[in-house]
């Protein structure tokens, strides 16, 4: 007995000296090449444009129609299109958002926009995701709180802790306060508002590969994450209509089981599954299998914006 109490006590001793050697280990080891820190993934201006759309977000307050979603939003609503129809909006799209990270930004950030709409595109893949990679993308470019210990580190993956703790250090800081995010990154241009504009190209579809089928199995938890985002928006007085974002049919018609999809988010609200509504062509409204380049872009908005008409018409009087 004694010597396990020993043991005990031992252990409790050399556990704080352990925490204090890990972070110190971890910190450092964030000033390593990528390929020498697979477990830390600390990339501030990543590919999404989130630090960039944040630092934006200052800017407004009070905007008729606020997006949300993954790529498919920061890629899909321009915000230009609906500032020429006269509507104000703010596009609050990141890479891979799922409904765990979308709960997140609603707690940050929808009473600094308080918009009067909020459209929010659901993709089925966002539901399967386990949303690490999403997490990543907020601990690495938006400040990190108490949410980002209780919503976006996953406990039981490394690399959301090991990124967390070079996050808050860096907050802390204040180490990132000069960073500037260039607007021009490869063949994409961060526009005001929050949309990302591709430079024109087309989709080509791989010739003789054999296709490949999704089952749309969904994660409860991120389920149960989307209806507490929905539940916030209602608290909140906001009507939230919900969108899915077209893409090419040739991905599309991977999918197997997708009126269970349709079901789910059709029982939160009035939805729109533009796979449905629209029918464009692969090659020429889409830049990959998933994306709509800028002529897509613009037809699915006109689209989007006729049929909300009498919901927008009511927000721009």
């Not at 979603?69 to 799922?98: C, E, M, P, V, W």
């Not at 409204?285 to 613009?298: C, E, I, P, T």
Request: charged share 25%.
């Amino acid at each position: 007995m004694k010597d396990i109490n020993s043991l005990l006590k031992s252990i409790t001793l050399f556990f704080p000296f352990f925490i204090i050697f890990y972070i110190t280990f971890i910190i450092l080891g964030n000033n390593l090449p990528q390929d020498f820190k697979p477990n830390i993934n600390y990339k501030k201006g990543s590919p999404g444009y989130l630090f960039t759309r944040l630092k934006d977000l200052k800017n407004y307050q009070n905007v008729d129609v606020l997006f949300l979603g993954s790529s498919h939003a920061y890629r899909s609503f321009d915000t230009r299109i609906f500032k020429n129809h006269g509507i104000i909006s703010f596009n609050l799209g990141s890479s891979s958002q799922s409904p765990i990270q979308t709960e997140v930004m609603l707690e940050r950030y929808l009473d600094k926009l308080n918009p009067k709409l909020i459209i929010f595109e659901v993709s089925p893949m966002v539901f399967m995701s386990d949303g690490v990679e999403s997490s990543l993308d907020l601990i690495s470019n938006d400040k990190n709180d108490i949410l980002t210990l209780t919503k976006l580190i996953r406990w039981n993956n490394i690399k959301t802790i090991n990124t967390a703790i070079v996050g808050f250090y860096r907050d802390f800081l204040h180490l990132d306060d000069n960073f500037v995010e260039p607007i021009k990154k490869g063949d994409d241009i961060y526009i005001p508002g929050g949309f990302v504009e591709r430079k024109i190209s087309y989709f080509k579809p791989p010739v003789r590969s054999k296709k490949k089928y999704i089952s749309l199995n969904l994660k409860t938890e991120q389920i149960n994450a989307f209806k507490r985002c929905v539940a916030k928006i209602h608290s909140k007085n906001i009507k939230v209509i919900f969108v899915k974002a077209p893409i090419t049919k040739f991905h599309y018609s991977s999918y197997l089981n997708t009126q269970n999809f349709d079901s789910l988010i059709s029982t939160q609200g009035e939805y729109y599954n533009f796979n449905n509504i629209l029918n464009l062509e692969d090659s020429l409204y889409f830049f990959d299998s998933h994306h709509l380049n800028q002529k897509g872009v613009k037809v699915f908005d006109e689209k989007l914006i006729q049929i909300l008409n009498d919901e927008l018409k009511n927000i721009r009087q």
